[in-house]
């Protein structure tokens, strides 16, 4: 079970670290976003691949998306 806290909470905790766990926390903290984005794109990627092979895109240029686009 995931327990959540007050950001603010968060933010009081932080403050109690000493300078150099405070430049860890954040420097673990911005590897993870960057582990969750890379893995955001990998999804969007494989349902974008699965979509194309069921026949539910098409090939497209970058001309014709922008035709597409409401002006």
Request: aromatic share 2%.
């Amino acid at each position: 079970m995931t327990q959540t806290l007050p950001f603010r909470d968060v933010l009081d905790a932080a403050e109690l670290l000493s300078l150099d766990e405070q430049v860890e926390l954040i420097a673990r903290l911005n590897h993870r976003l960057k582990e969750a984005a890379r893995e955001r794109l990998i999804a969007d990627v494989r349902e974008a691949r699965h979509a194309f092979a069921n026949g539910r895109h098409k090939p497209a240029t970058p001309a014709g998306i922008g035709r597409e686009l409401p002006t």
